[in-house]
């Protein structure tokens, strides 16, 4: 009798837990959007990254030049001070991207 309530209870638990976990189709596709717009979300923070980095690396380049061509030092390390501003700005926006993408994925 003992193993029979066992039996019975342990598969009643296991029937539960498999009705439970199921989801419905509907439930399927709205997971799948929302983790598509989770994904676009940090696909735009490593746009913003590579951008950043882009347009840093062109200032960088035209510091390079104003040394080369003008001797203009002050002129030169202010450039490079704007394209370490750019870098930093990039990257903390691409945080606050990837970190709006994390929440979207949290209210899954």
């Not at 104003?66 to 203009?72: H, I, M």
């Amino acid at each position: 009798m003992k193993n029979y309530t066992l039996t019975t209870i342990l598969g009643a638990s296991a029937l539960a837990l498999m009705i439970t976990s199921c989801e419905s189709p509907q439930e399927e596709v709205r997971e799948e959007k929302v983790e598509m717009k989770a994904d676009a979300m940090e696909d735009k923070a490593d746009q913003v990254r590579k951008d950043a980095e882009k347009n840093a690396d062109m200032k960088e380049e035209q510091a390079d030049a104003v040394r080369d061509n003008t001797d203009n030092e002050g002129a030169a390390d202010s450039i490079e001070d704007n394209a370490d501003a750019t870098r930093k700005q990039g990257e903390q926006k691409a945080d606050q991207i990837e970190e709006q993408a994390d929440e979207v994925r949290e209210t899954e």
